[in-house]
């Protein structure tokens, strides 16, 4: 229906095949204007003509002499005309005063002009809007469309986008020429013209003309030149399917904008580069969120370097999406506005390559030093950088949390749902400010259009789709598909009189009906005669979830933790608070333990599976929640967030992003069965099941067990703002001690048998309850590291026993091109005191280095080798291998919170080897130290403490 345009004008030249002989003879008496044309220019009408309303495109005036109205701004002339000529005279005339884009034009005549503004909402003489100081009439905006090749109906969208350029910061933002200005259309006019939102939109004959309309707006209603040095191209026009929109919950964007969904509105932006053209290949909507993130890390306006400070967060962003994948974005993210939220989390850049581009890659290069700007762009407030989890996409190549910078704000970004609605696209394109303007249309727009065989506007109206859904208030109704219904096996009832649980499985379109006190289930395979609201509302209660019903109706519902592996993360946001209205409502995470009955936990949905997780809709804010046992609250990051009162958990929505809250039931061995919720800030929330978790933020169900602790459960594992990384820190005395770590979710060992003293590094551990690892501790405090992906553990001294110890830190983040060496790479040190008492080093000590040098290791596995070697001179019996630098220590400051000595290696080669061990030996206040730490690449140097061993 909405692509009536070509078919309706196709019937029309077919009636003239009908109509023969009458429609020619119409058309061939006005073919030709009066001799009298050009003398009454100003009076006289098409409607004088006597013409057709859809034939005034065959009128030529005698002699083939156009005389044509003004259409740049800079000259009101109409009477007498502003120039006469042929067609092509006209054309070339134009051209030669800077009036075109150089191609054929159609020369605007009054007649024509004034047959144009009859279908907007403007007189020939008003003014439209003032731009760049300049009054434009409307009669010169139709001068500019019928130069175009714009169809008449197309006038009034023309005209809305001249206003458009009367809004200075949008005019403003066009004056570079490196933004190509472009227009999206909402609303039922623009769908009743024909004006296209599929495939190839930007290709369709009336977005086309309406694009090299804006091209000569700009010319003649503005001093805009648009060059560049790779020239530009032409301004593009698309629609958003409006209808799109409503099918999967979401508003169209002039309705976010304030207008009502029945206007017709367009919205002026630029484009700095067409985007990629992303094909997500999931149904996930996180992850698709994510890819679209990804995406918009790459796109910013003016290149990642050249970004401002101040704009590089600022970028203005067009998003367009397929129905398709609105669709599955639509599951999880209940509106755009929610989508931007996600979007605004997880679309960050890590600083380093923010730094990198702005440094390397920007016109005005920065004067200073690398780390200079590195360390200013952390402290500016609008590139909002902090430490964050490592982008999902970058997992694998970098550490799990790094220094990220952010690259949008909130409200610069506008989602458009276009294209292909069969087809998985995505596209970001960064841009301009954007403005919207109300179309208006003529009081005679729906005879002038549908007179020239457009369908009624009325047909493009749309109603609001309400997206909730909610149950059907009659069970037998759903139940009855006109074959069969499902009955109480017991009773033999026509409806379900006793209560019973009811589930549905989608992938069969099976529905279960389980009675209370019955073994077996009775089931009906749902045809095409059954309720769908019903299926979908089943459907959205996800894997194992359930209602029960009693006396033909639904009276509760229960949502479940998977117990499916393969399903483990359970999305019902497409449901509610209104779904559950009259309705009680249960989160219920099903356990078999000790003395519990397996077949009655499994005949009710199955036991639930560890790790799994419910996303529900922030608007369910109250309900049961069910984990076998009596429930306790747990840590919480905002005490209003979560409350427990018996088992009814209330939740409030409106804390910030991020905030967790965790309950939990005791399991006999001294673990809880938790939920975890966090909130996502985006409209929805996260809950998170597991069988054997603890109730605090901060530790984990992960022990480590030893004859230091008699092998009890006293030291868990502390969680770190890495999700992989979990740490003890224990004091031990000197001894040897053997010893495990112990997963008590899994109820496994893991462990190896090496043996080593004081400082292990990751070492690679497996499910191994026989075999204990040996550590022989000098004596002090000792922090075990246990990653948890690569079950890699690594066990350092980070404080000795003895007062006069000091530790090394490298710094990741201070790695900078050589100023002595431009070939080569500055590698930073900080030798610190181990303590944290800054009194000692009020009086400057006396610090001498005596030597150091990088031990180049042919793989990452020689390393532990190295670094477990004891005695310095080790290093010597490799003095083929060892490279040492000169030195400066310009670089040396004290700090007087926690102390500490900087200096650098200047000159590390670039074509080194990615793996070995950094080492320096230095005398501070009459004692000997030697450090040594671990190089993974040589633009990758892991922040940590290293024990300093003393020599006497």
Not at 287 to 298: F, G, L, Q, Y
């Amino acid at each position: 229906m909405m692509r009536s345009k070509y078919y309706f004008r196709a019937i029309s030249v077919l009636l003239c095949f009908v109509t023969g002989v009458t429609s020619l003879s119409l058309t061939a008496g006005a073919a030709v204007l009066p001799d009298d044309y050009e003398y009454d220019y100003e009076n006289i009408t098409y409607q004088d003509l006597g013409i057709l309303e859809d034939q005034y495109d065959l009128i030529e005036p005698v002699n083939n002499l156009f005389p044509v109205i003004s259409p740049n701004s800079r000259y009101d002339v109409y009477y007498p005309y502003f120039i006469k000529g042929s067609h092509e005279e006209v054309g070339e005339e134009l051209k030669s005063r800077g009036m075109t884009d150089g191609m054929s034009i159609v020369p605007p005549t009054k007649i024509k002009a004034e047959k144009f503004l009859g279908y907007s909402a403007y007189g020939f003489n008003d003014v439209v809007a003032t731009v760049d100081g300049r009054a434009v009439k409307a009669y010169m905006v139709a001068a500019n469309a019928i130069m175009a090749g714009c169809t008449a109906e197309l006038t009034p969208f023309c005209i809305a986008f001249t206003e458009a350029l009367g809004d200075s910061d949008y005019l403003d933002s066009l004056r570079s020429g490196f933004l190509t200005p472009m227009m999206y259309v909402n609303g039922p006019a623009a769908h009743q013209i024909g004006i296209d939102d599929t495939q190839g939109m930007t290709t369709e004959e009336s977005n086309i003309a309406i694009g090299r309309f804006m091209e000569l707006a700009l010319i003649n209603f503005t001093d805009i030149r648009r060059d560049n040095a790779f020239g530009h191209v032409q301004p593009l026009v698309v629609a958003e399917n409006d209808e799109s929109c409503l099918n999967v919950g979401w508003m169209p964007r002039h309705v976010e904008k304030g207008y009502d969904l029945n206007d017709t509105v367009i919205t002026a932006s630029s484009f700095a580069m067409w985007g990629n053209n992303v094909t997500p290949a999931t149904d996930l909507p996180e992850e698709i969120m994510k890819v679209m993130a990804w995406d918009i890390t790459e796109k910013n306006l003016g290149g990642l370097g050249g970004a401002s400070v101040e704009d590089n967060a600022n970028t203005k962003r067009l998003i367009f999406i397929t129905e398709s994948v609105a669709t599955a974005l639509a599951a999880k993210y209940k509106s755009k506005d929610a989508l931007e939220n996600a979007l605004i989390e997880n679309a960050r850049r890590p600083l380093s390559m923010r730094a990198y581009a702005y440094y390397y890659a920007n016109g005005d290069a920065p004067t200073e030093s690398f780390k200079v700007v590195y360390n200013k762009l952390k402290l500016i407030p609008s590139e909002d950088a902090r430490s964050t989890a490592s982008p999902s996409w970058m997992n694998g190549i970098t550490y799990a949390s790094i220094d990220t910078v952010a690259t949008m704000t909130k409200g610069n970004t506008d989602i458009i749902v276009t294209g292909d609605a069969s087809r998985n696209k995505t596209q970001v394109i960064p841009g301009g400010p954007s403005v919207s303007r109300a179309v208006k249309l003529s009081d005679s727009w729906d005879r002038l259009v549908t007179s020239v065989n457009f369908f009624p506007l009325e047909t493009f109206r749309l109603q609001p789709v309400g997206k909730t859904i909610t149950p059907p208030e009659n069970v037998l109704s759903v139940l009855t598909n006109g074959t069969y219904r499902i009955l109480d096996p017991a009773a033999g009832a026509t409806y379900l009189t006793r209560a019973g649980r009811v589930c549905y499985d989608p992938a069969s379109n099976t529905l279960y009906y389980y009675a209370y006190g019955a073994s077996a289930a009775s089931s009906v395979v749902m045809d095409s005669g059954s309720d769908p609201t019903f299926a979908a509302y089943l459907t959205n209660l996800g894997y194992n979830s359930s209602f029960t019903v009693k006396n033909g109706k639904l009276n509760a519902a229960c949502v479940r933790f998977s117990s499916n592996a393969s399903k483990l993360n359970n999305n019902t946001v497409a449901l509610t608070g209104e779904s559950f209205s009259g309705i009680s409502l249960t989160l219920h995470a099903n356990h078999f333990g000790p003395g519990d009955n397996a077949s009655a936990a499994n005949a009710a949905g199955g036991i639930a599976r560890d790790g799994a997780t419910v996303e529900i809709s922030d608007t369910v804010t109250s309900y049961t929640v069910d984990l076998d046992d009596t429930l306790v609250m747990g840590d919480a990051t905002d005490a209003a967030f979560v409350r427990l009162s018996g088992s009814t958990v209330t939740v409030d929505p409106t804390v910030k992003a991020g905030t967790t809250a965790i309950l939990g039931a005791a399991n006999d061995d001294g673990t809880y069965r938790t939920m975890t919720f966090v909130n996502g800030g985006d409209g929805t929330y996260k809950v998170t099941y597991h069988s054997a978790g603890t109730l605090s933020g901060t530790l984990t169900n992960v022990y480590l067990k030893g004859t230091f602790n008699d092998w009890g459960m006293t030291d868990a594992f502390e969680k770190t703002a890495s999700d992989d990384i979990i740490i003890v820190t224990k004091e031990l005395a000197a001894g040897r001690y053997g010893f495990k770590v112990y997963k008590a979710a899994t109820d496994e060992w893991y462990s190896g048998d090496e043996t080593f003293t004081d400082t292990a590094y990751r070492l690679a551990l497996h499910d191994d309850t026989a075999r204990d690892l040996t550590l022989n501790a000098t004596g002090g405090i000792y922090e075990f590291k246990y990653e948890l992906s690569t079950d890699k553990l690594s066990v350092y001294p980070v404080k000795s026993s003895r007062e006069d110890m000091f530790i090394l830190s490298m710094d990741a983040d201070r790695i900078e091109t050589s100023s002595d060496d431009p070939s080569g790479y500055d590698v930073l040190w900080k030798i610190g005191q181990a303590r944290n008492d800054s009194t000692l080093w009020e009086a400057e000590p006396d610090l001498h280095v005596l030597s150091y040098g990088i031990h180049y290791a042919p793989s990452p596995d020689s390393i532990t080798a190295y670094l477990n070697r004891d005695l310095f001179e080790d290093f010597g019996k490799h003095s083929e291998s060892v490279e040492t630098f000169t030195y400066d220590f310009s670089e040396m400051s004290i700090s007087r919170v926690y102390a500490n000595y900087t200096f650098r290696i200047r000159g590390i080669p670039l074509g080194s080897p990615r793996y070995g061990v950094a080492y320096i030996r230095y005398e501070l206040d009459g004692k000997i130290y030697e450090e040594r730490g671990e190089i993974v690449g040589i633009t990758t140097i892991p922040n940590g403490y290293l024990l300093a061993h003393r020599y006497e």
